[in-house]
């Protein structure tokens, strides 16, 4: 079959060039980000770490459609070590670590095997080689994605130099028991090598309050239903405007399609001129938006309110700053989470659209109400100035 999918690590330029055309793809025509290396030119993205990487590539139909970047502790200094904390994991630290950067799929091949494929042959190359820890850096809205597999977070977000507002997380290799209660599909897989301790009880003892956090995907419907509205302090439909007309469990249908973050006072959370579609509520806390030019103040937000989304009506780029006033939780939605459960719920994303359109006319009536004062005050001032000069 020419569509069956096989994985391999490139050896050939030719393999690595297929990798380096689609990372071009993704990360700068799919993702309009803009990293230092894109060679605009041949539409190529090759960075000076892949010279000691290992590339692996997912391949059908005689072309590359998946790939990622391993870096390996011993083979040198991974990227951005003191600020993925990576010293809070020695003594395994850096010889029994990785780095997992750089892992994209063709657009036509999300939702396929081609993911899973890749992660499952790493796992397996990683695992004979003794590795206890792998680290990727996650967009808030994949964290469901990653969650599944195994990965876990272990310390607040990050703002990262080339891709923003992310959250660090750690593959655990040896913690099968920990997989199995998540259903990961790296179970099965993991039960193959020698039982082992080590990577799982490093991590219980030095992140207690993340090693007794499982995955939000084993939670049920309703049991995200009833966390939010404790966070909230009364029912989502009440006191956040998105859920406004929903019922109990339309709601479920929508919080489900999300994930719950923590933030720090301080944080970054949207940066002007991004081009990423997040939409975020407010469940507890508060961030404040500003403006990039002298960086004023805009709005505050607190909890129940909604911020970015615009960017689920439109493709423009984050048009303000919002950092965390204060510490915070964030209920997180993306575009293609939304677009997804479009097909299986039309009439949950049709309330949500419809209330999306009235949180943006109700703050359009702000600003009206604040250009219209700023205007009459102008008058005012004028009218002063001819009366003095006369």
């Known amino acids: 079959m020419t569509d069956e999918i096989t994985v391999g690590m490139a050896v050939t330029d030719a393999q690595k060039q297929g990798i380096y055309h689609l990372r071009y793809q993704v990360y700068v025509e799919d993702l309009c980000l803009m990293p230092e290396f894109a060679d605009h030119q041949q539409k190529t993205l090759a960075e000076p770490i892949d010279a000691h990487a290992k590339l692996f590539f997912a391949e059908a139909g005689g072309e590359i459609v998946g790939t990622m970047r391993i870096n390996l502790g011993l083979d040198g200094p991974l990227e951005h070590e003191s600020l993925y904390d990576l010293h809070k994991f020695v003594p395994y630290f850096p010889t029994c670590v990785a780095m997992c950067t750089k892992f994209a799929v ?61 959250t660090p997380m750690v593959f655990v290799f040896d913690d099968v028991a920990h997989f199995e209660l998540i259903n990961s599909p790296l179970a099965p897989v993991a039960k193959q090598f020698p039982d082992s301790n080590m990577g799982r009880d490093h991590f219980a ?22 966390l939010i509205c404790e966070k909230m302090s009364g029912s989502v439909a009440d006191v956040a ?8 469990e339309e709601a479920q249908i929508f919080i489900k399609a999300g994930h719950i973050i923590s933030c720090q006072a301080g944080d970054r959370i949207i940066s002007f001129g991004e081009m990423r579609r997040e939409m975020y509520t407010v469940l507890t806390g508060a961030v404040e938006v500003r403006r990039e030019e002298g960086n004023a103040l805009v709005m505050v937000m607190s909890k129940g309110e909604t911020f970015g989304e615009v960017a689920q009506l439109s493709e423009s780029a984050r048009t303000a700053n919002v950092n965390a006033l204060e510490d915070c939780e964030l209920l997180v939605h993306d575009f293609g989470a939304i677009q997804a459960l479009e097909r299986d719920h039309p009439l ?15 703050r359009l009536v702000k600003v009206n109400n604040r250009v219209s004062a700023l205007h009459a005050g102008m008058e005012r001032l004028l009218s002063s100035d001819k009366r003095a000069v006369k």
């Open 348 to 362: 949950v994303v049709a309330k949500i659209y419809r209330n999306m359109a009235r949180i943006l006319s109700v």
């Open 205 to 226: 003892n030095t992140f207690p309050e993340f090693a007794r956090y499982g995955c939000q995907s084993v939670f049920t419907s309703q049991e995200l239903f009833d």
């Open 106 to 166: 063709a657009r036509k091949k999300r939702g396929s095997e081609v993911a899973r494929r890749l992660i499952q042959d790493a796992y397996v190359y990683l695992r004979e080689r003794g590795i206890l820890f792998v680290f990727i850096d996650c967009w808030p809205h994949l964290l469901n994605l990653y969650e599944h597999l195994g990965f876990r977070r272990y310390r607040s977000n990050i703002r990262h130099p080339e891709a923003g507002y992310m």
């Open 241 to 248: 405007k998105l859920f406004s007309v929903m019922n109990e």
